[in-house]
Protein backbone atom coordinates (compact mmCIF):
# COMPACT_ATOMS: atom_id res chain seq x y z
CA UNK A 1 0.00 0.00 0.00
CA UNK A 2 1.65 3.33 -1.53
CA UNK A 3 -0.66 5.69 0.84
CA UNK A 4 -2.17 7.10 -2.18
CA UNK A 5 -5.90 6.47 -2.83
CA UNK A 6 -8.03 6.57 -5.49
CA UNK A 7 -11.73 6.75 -6.08
CA UNK A 8 -13.76 5.18 -7.75
CA UNK A 9 -11.47 1.94 -8.80
CA UNK A 10 -13.78 2.11 -11.77
CA UNK A 11 -16.15 4.03 -13.85
CA UNK A 12 -18.57 3.30 -16.80
CA UNK A 13 -19.74 6.34 -18.92
CA UNK A 14 -20.81 7.63 -22.53
CA UNK A 15 -19.44 9.39 -24.68
CA UNK A 16 -19.81 13.26 -24.02
CA UNK A 17 -20.41 12.83 -20.27
CA UNK A 18 -18.38 15.03 -17.72
CA UNK A 19 -16.25 12.70 -14.96
CA UNK A 20 -14.40 13.67 -11.83
CA UNK A 21 -11.59 11.17 -10.86
CA UNK A 22 -10.23 11.99 -7.33
CA UNK A 23 -6.60 11.30 -5.01
CA UNK A 24 -5.73 11.82 -1.84
CA UNK A 25 -1.48 12.02 -1.53
CA UNK A 26 0.49 10.28 0.90
CA UNK A 27 0.06 11.73 4.51
CA UNK A 28 2.93 14.95 4.57
CA UNK A 29 3.51 15.09 0.52
CA UNK A 30 2.65 18.41 -0.54
CA UNK A 31 3.36 17.03 -4.42
CA UNK A 32 0.68 15.65 -6.79
CA UNK A 33 0.92 14.43 -10.14
CA UNK A 34 -1.43 12.94 -13.05
CA UNK A 35 -0.29 10.23 -15.42
CA UNK A 36 -2.67 8.33 -18.05
CA UNK A 37 -2.06 5.50 -19.16
CA UNK A 38 -3.67 3.80 -22.47
CA UNK A 39 -3.78 0.45 -23.93
CA UNK A 40 -0.20 -1.22 -24.13
CA UNK A 41 1.24 2.16 -24.18
CA UNK A 42 3.67 3.81 -20.75
CA UNK A 43 2.55 6.24 -18.65
CA UNK A 44 1.90 9.46 -19.92
CA UNK A 45 2.67 12.46 -17.59
CA UNK A 46 -1.03 14.65 -17.63
CA UNK A 47 -0.29 17.32 -14.94
CA UNK A 48 1.92 18.39 -11.49
CA UNK A 49 0.53 20.44 -8.39
CA UNK A 50 2.46 21.36 -5.16
CA UNK A 51 1.02 23.00 -2.92
CA UNK A 52 -1.81 23.53 -4.19
CA UNK A 53 -0.33 24.96 -7.44
CA UNK A 54 -0.54 23.87 -10.58
CA UNK A 55 3.65 23.21 -11.12
CA UNK A 56 3.74 21.65 -14.48
CA UNK A 57 1.58 20.42 -17.20
CA UNK A 58 2.18 17.77 -19.79
CA UNK A 59 0.30 16.48 -22.89
CA UNK A 60 -2.89 17.19 -21.20
CA UNK A 61 -6.06 17.65 -22.93
CA UNK A 62 -7.87 21.29 -22.94
CA UNK A 63 -11.26 18.81 -22.28
CA UNK A 64 -9.12 17.93 -18.96
CA UNK A 65 -8.71 19.94 -15.86
CA UNK A 66 -7.52 19.77 -12.31
CA UNK A 67 -6.96 21.35 -8.96
CA UNK A 68 -5.46 20.58 -5.69
CA UNK A 69 -7.38 21.61 -2.28
CA UNK A 70 -6.16 22.94 0.60
CA UNK A 71 -6.51 19.36 1.97
CA UNK A 72 -3.72 18.54 -0.18
CA UNK A 73 -6.14 15.78 -2.10
CA UNK A 74 -6.82 16.36 -6.15
CA UNK A 75 -9.06 16.22 -8.53
CA UNK A 76 -8.80 15.05 -12.28
CA UNK A 77 -11.65 16.29 -14.27
CA UNK A 78 -12.55 15.11 -17.70
CA UNK A 79 -15.29 16.16 -19.99
CA UNK A 80 -16.73 15.82 -23.45
CA UNK A 81 -15.60 12.30 -22.87
CA UNK A 82 -14.70 10.60 -26.50
CA UNK A 83 -13.75 7.05 -26.55
CA UNK A 84 -9.95 7.42 -26.84
CA UNK A 85 -10.10 8.74 -23.54
CA UNK A 86 -10.71 5.23 -22.27
CA UNK A 87 -7.70 4.48 -20.07
CA UNK A 88 -6.23 3.82 -16.58
CA UNK A 89 -5.90 7.52 -14.63
CA UNK A 90 -3.03 7.13 -12.03
CA UNK A 91 -2.10 9.99 -9.10
CA UNK A 92 1.19 9.81 -7.55
CA UNK A 93 2.51 11.84 -4.94
CA UNK A 94 5.68 13.02 -3.28
CA UNK A 95 7.63 15.20 -0.69
CA UNK A 96 8.33 18.29 -3.10
CA UNK A 97 8.62 18.63 -6.61
CA UNK A 98 12.38 19.66 -6.68
CA UNK A 99 13.90 16.78 -5.33
CA UNK A 100 15.38 12.93 -5.73
CA UNK A 101 11.95 12.03 -3.87
CA UNK A 102 10.00 9.24 -5.21
CA UNK A 103 6.91 9.50 -6.58
CA UNK A 104 4.20 7.17 -4.79
CA UNK A 105 1.65 5.93 -7.25
CA UNK A 106 -2.22 5.01 -6.22
CA UNK A 107 -4.39 2.09 -7.67
CA UNK A 108 -5.63 3.69 -10.22
CA UNK A 109 -8.89 4.70 -11.67
CA UNK A 110 -10.03 2.64 -15.06
CA UNK A 111 -12.19 4.52 -16.77
CA UNK A 112 -14.26 3.25 -19.94
CA UNK A 113 -16.22 5.60 -22.21
CA UNK A 114 -18.65 3.48 -23.94
CA UNK B 1 8.40 11.59 -29.64
CA UNK B 2 9.27 8.37 -27.53
CA UNK B 3 12.11 9.65 -25.00
CA UNK B 4 12.34 6.60 -23.14
CA UNK B 5 12.35 3.43 -24.65
CA UNK B 6 12.13 -0.38 -23.58
CA UNK B 7 12.65 -2.55 -26.75
CA UNK B 8 11.64 -5.74 -25.28
CA UNK B 9 7.57 -5.91 -24.69
CA UNK B 10 8.24 -9.26 -22.97
CA UNK B 11 11.00 -11.33 -21.05
CA UNK B 12 10.50 -15.41 -19.70
CA UNK B 13 13.15 -16.53 -17.14
CA UNK B 14 13.57 -19.38 -15.12
CA UNK B 15 13.41 -19.09 -11.93
CA UNK B 16 17.00 -19.02 -10.10
CA UNK B 17 18.36 -17.46 -12.73
CA UNK B 18 19.23 -13.30 -13.56
CA UNK B 19 16.37 -11.44 -15.39
CA UNK B 20 18.03 -8.33 -17.33
CA UNK B 21 15.63 -5.70 -18.44
CA UNK B 22 16.92 -2.39 -20.81
CA UNK B 23 16.32 0.61 -21.34
CA UNK B 24 17.15 3.31 -23.46
CA UNK B 25 16.48 7.03 -23.87
CA UNK B 26 17.20 9.74 -25.98
CA UNK B 27 17.15 12.94 -24.10
CA UNK B 28 20.81 13.70 -22.42
CA UNK B 29 18.99 16.30 -20.07
CA UNK B 30 17.96 13.21 -18.18
CA UNK B 31 19.81 12.95 -14.76
CA UNK B 32 17.55 11.09 -12.17
CA UNK B 33 16.52 7.39 -13.99
CA UNK B 34 13.67 5.19 -11.87
CA UNK B 35 12.37 1.52 -12.21
CA UNK B 36 9.02 1.18 -11.29
CA UNK B 37 7.02 -2.64 -10.93
CA UNK B 38 3.92 -3.26 -11.60
CA UNK B 39 0.97 -6.01 -11.27
CA UNK B 40 -2.15 -6.22 -12.48
CA UNK B 41 -4.83 -3.86 -10.77
CA UNK B 42 -2.02 -2.08 -8.73
CA UNK B 43 -0.63 1.13 -9.28
CA UNK B 44 3.39 1.38 -9.94
CA UNK B 45 5.64 0.50 -7.15
CA UNK B 46 9.03 2.08 -6.72
CA UNK B 47 11.91 -0.28 -6.72
CA UNK B 48 14.70 1.28 -7.15
CA UNK B 49 16.60 4.44 -9.18
CA UNK B 50 20.06 5.90 -9.54
CA UNK B 51 21.32 9.06 -10.46
CA UNK B 52 23.66 10.41 -13.84
CA UNK B 53 26.64 10.85 -10.92
CA UNK B 54 26.83 7.10 -11.07
CA UNK B 55 26.97 4.15 -12.81
CA UNK B 56 25.90 1.34 -10.45
CA UNK B 57 23.19 1.10 -8.09
CA UNK B 58 22.42 -2.06 -6.18
CA UNK B 59 19.68 -2.90 -3.73
CA UNK B 60 19.59 -6.49 -2.20
CA UNK B 61 18.65 -8.71 -5.61
CA UNK B 62 17.87 -5.80 -7.44
CA UNK B 63 20.91 -3.85 -9.22
CA UNK B 64 20.54 -0.81 -11.99
CA UNK B 65 23.36 -0.06 -13.95
CA UNK B 66 23.53 3.23 -16.29
CA UNK B 67 26.06 3.72 -18.72
CA UNK B 68 25.63 7.60 -19.87
CA UNK B 69 27.55 7.17 -22.96
CA UNK B 70 25.18 4.91 -24.36
CA UNK B 71 22.47 6.47 -22.67
CA UNK B 72 21.32 2.94 -21.74
CA UNK B 73 20.15 1.67 -18.60
CA UNK B 74 19.16 -2.29 -17.65
CA UNK B 75 17.72 -3.69 -13.95
CA UNK B 76 19.20 -6.41 -12.70
CA UNK B 77 17.47 -9.14 -10.89
CA UNK B 78 18.91 -11.97 -9.45
CA UNK B 79 18.15 -14.15 -8.08
CA UNK B 80 15.02 -14.39 -10.09
CA UNK B 81 11.78 -15.33 -7.86
CA UNK B 82 8.41 -16.36 -9.24
CA UNK B 83 6.96 -13.36 -7.40
CA UNK B 84 8.87 -10.92 -9.69
CA UNK B 85 6.87 -11.45 -12.41
CA UNK B 86 5.01 -8.46 -13.06
CA UNK B 87 5.41 -5.18 -16.09
CA UNK B 88 8.67 -3.34 -14.72
CA UNK B 89 8.69 0.11 -15.96
CA UNK B 90 11.63 2.78 -16.72
CA UNK B 91 11.19 5.94 -15.36
CA UNK B 92 13.66 9.10 -16.06
CA UNK B 93 13.35 12.98 -15.15
CA UNK B 94 15.24 16.24 -14.81
CA UNK B 95 16.23 17.05 -10.95
CA UNK B 96 15.27 20.91 -12.21
CA UNK B 97 12.42 22.19 -13.32
CA UNK B 98 8.96 19.69 -13.71
CA UNK B 99 9.30 16.86 -11.57
CA UNK B 100 7.41 14.25 -14.22
CA UNK B 101 8.50 11.41 -14.96
CA UNK B 102 9.28 9.92 -18.62
CA UNK B 103 7.97 6.70 -18.63
CA UNK B 104 8.86 4.16 -21.11
CA UNK B 105 6.35 1.61 -22.38
CA UNK B 106 7.24 -1.46 -20.07
CA UNK B 107 8.72 -4.94 -20.06
CA UNK B 108 6.38 -7.58 -19.32
CA UNK B 109 8.51 -10.43 -16.97
CA UNK B 110 7.51 -13.99 -16.27
CA UNK B 111 9.53 -16.21 -14.25
CA UNK B 112 9.02 -19.37 -14.72
CA UNK B 113 9.52 -22.06 -12.13
Known amino acids: DSGVTQTPKHLITATGQRVTLRCSPRSGDLSVYWYQQSLDQGLQFLIQYYNGEERAKGNILERFSAQQFPDLHSELNLSSLELGDSALYFC?????????????FGPGTRLTVT | DQQVKQNSPSLSVQEGRISILNCDYTNSMFDYFLWYKKYPAEGPTFLIS?????DKNEDGRFTVFLNKSAKHLSLHIVPSQPGDSAVYFCAAKRLQGAQKLVFGQGTRLTINP
Open chain 2, 50 to 54: ISSIK
Open chain 1, 92 to 104: ASSVDPVSVYEQY
